[in-house]
């Protein structure tokens, strides 16, 4: 049993059925081609440093990425950045370790099978989590789980590397819940450009964009009804199984501040994480859905104050706490902690073991 002290460690008492199964960087940055992957993982590591923790996932994508006719050479390329960022990172001392991902083909392309059979084969060992694209029912997860466990083989550890599903359709969205309870499962993405596309017109293109000053008017992607509604049922089938729910791309790149605007969207609407294509945008996310200093100083006095009285329900500035309360306050430390905010000295010993702490975050 892990403990402090002689205080019984938050993640022993707090974390349960109702509480988030996984706690992730809260950026996801995605790169297809090899000059940008390249410095998507460079600047990873320069961050990594900065911040003291890996506070955005680099994703390196073999869907959108690879050109058509050339999936194995781009597969077998993505397999070794991996393999050399993982090399150089067990090289430098005291840094967090990288966190790459790679996105397949779906599981009905013609390439899905050799996307696992190269990238799994290869630097299965070097991947946090595998994204698959286009997932419409649990029999896709079934598919791919499989598949990844046969082309790591025995004794790989092929059941702790998670999946990641993109929700790209009405139908997706309809089994959202269903594809969310499946074991493998560590994160929804919502996939909006499909997602809009997939009705035949009948969402205007002003759906796909965000517009931080007029958005009502325009129908952009966070006052659509039939996107919102989207947004929401793959937020809830998360938050319903401990899963992590990702929020859309924004493709407006000209002003650096509408990227914070969207992520807090995002966040009012219970998303803990967001992609990133751009990254300029990557800063900007991480701000936006990391706790406030205000929100991180009340929860390191509740937590504190909760374990000095072994998680018995304990008043805090006139309001009363219970295990409840803990486990909310004591989930913004881990998002704090996750993206390289300043803690309190008080919550310290909880985040003394780093590897710990991650490790069974992840």
């Keep these: 049993m892990a403990s402090v002290g002689r205080v019984t460690h938050p993640r022993e008492v707090l974390l349960g059925a109702q509480a988030v199964a996984a706690f992730l960087p809260v950026c996801d940055h995605y790169s297809g081609v090899e000059l940008l992957m390249r410095k998507s993982l ?3 590591a320069e961050l990594s440093e900065e911040f003291g923790a890996c506070v955005f996932d680099v994703t390196l994508d073999c869907e959108d990425g690879a050109p058509v006719g050339g999936e194995a050479e781009h ?3 993505v397999a ?4 050399q960022a993982r090399r150089a990172s067990m090289m430098a001392s005291g840094l967090p370790s990288p966190r790459i991902a790679v996105r397949v083909h779906p599981v009905d392309h013609p390439a899905f099978e050799q996307d696992i059979a190269i990238l799994l084969g ?4 070097a991947l ?3 994204m698959i694209p286009k997932v419409e029912t649990v029999a896709d997860v079934v598919r791919a789980a499989w598949s990844i466990d046969q082309a790591l083989g025995p ?3 092929a059941a702790f590397i998670p999946l990641h599903a993109l929700i790209e359709s009405a139908a997706a969205v309809h089994r959202a819940f269903d594809i969310a309870a499946h074991p493998r499962i560590q994160s929804l993405s919502f996939g909006l450009m499909d997602f809009v596309s997939s009705h035949g017109g009948a969402i205007a293109s002003s759906a796909m964009r965000f517009d931080p000053l007029s958005g009502h008017s325009t129908l952009d992607q966070f006052h659509h009804p039939l996107v919102v509604r989207a947004k929401l049922e793959i937020a809830s089938a998360c938050h319903a199984h401990g899963k992590v729910p990702s929020h859309c791309v924004v493709t407006e790149l000209g002003d650096p501040g509408v990227i914070g605007a969207a992520a807090g969207q995002a966040r009012n609407f219970g998303y803990a994480r967001m992609w990133s294509i751009h990254p300029a945008q990557i800063r900007g996310i991480v701000a936006a859905l990391a706790p406030a200093p205000h929100e991180i100083d009340t929860a390191a006095r509740v937590v504190t104050a909760g374990a000095a009285q072994q998680w018995a329900p304990v008043a805090v500035d006139g309001r009363l706490h ?3 309360s803990y486990r909310y306050f004591w989930q913004v430390l881990e998002r704090a902690h996750k993206t390289g905010c300043k803690l309190p000295g008080s919550v ?3 985040f003394a073991d780093s590897q710990h702490s991650l490790g069974v975050a992840l």
Aim: aromatic share 4%; charged share 25%; with cysteine.
């Design 122 to 125: 290869r630097a299965g060992s």
């Design 155 to 157: 004794g790989h550890g």
């Design 322 to 324: 219970d295990r409840a």
């Design 348 to 350: 310290d010993e909880f």
């Design 42 to 44: 460079a600047l990873q």
């Design 128 to 130: 946090c989590h595998v």
């Design 75 to 77: 597969a077998q390329m």
């Design 80 to 83: 070794e950045l991996a393999l």
